[in-house]
């Protein structure tokens, strides 16, 4: 299975980026699509997942700013990410897990995808 991320890049606090992840063939260990960051110097962190038949999760940081979605005809799923601040800057993380696992847990992680950086100035 491969995930293939897009989008991200620079943008000023305030701003919005989409991020989108397709994944290549439908698996079980696909069941949950997350995306995680890792900013320098830092573990990498939960930022928010869903499933294929819908549910979705956030961490506290980005609840209300953040909203994933899916596209099921498409195998892809979306991070809206608005207002973003510089504390976002990371690099961002497309991820798939079965759904016996945590899905805020990158140790369950059963596929990574590219990582795409985020930049966010203040």
């Known amino acids: 299975v491969q995930l293939q991320a897009s989008g991200g890049g620079y943008v000023q606090a305030g701003g919005s980026l989409r991020l989108s992840c397709a994944r290549s063939?439908?698996?079980?260990?696909?069941?949950?699509m997350a995306w995680f960051r890792q900013a320098l110097g830092k573990e990498r962190e939960f930022v928010a997942a869903?499933?294929?038949?819908?549910?979705?999760y956030y961490s506290d940081s980005v609840r209300g700013r953040f909203a994933i979605s899916r596209d099921n005809a498409k195998d892809a799923v979306h991070l809206q990410m608005n207002n973003l601040k510089p504390e976002d800057t990371a690099v961002y993380y497309c991820?798939?897990?079965?759904?016996?696992?945590?899905?805020?847990?990158?140790?369950?992680?059963?596929?990574w995808g590219q990582g795409t950086l985020v930049t966010v100035s203040s």
């Open positions: 991820a798939a897990s079965a759904a016996r696992n945590r899905y805020d847990k990158w140790s369950e992680v059963a596929h």
């Open positions: 063939r439908r698996t079980d260990d696909t069941y949950r």
């Open positions: 869903t499933t294929w038949i819908g549910g979705t």
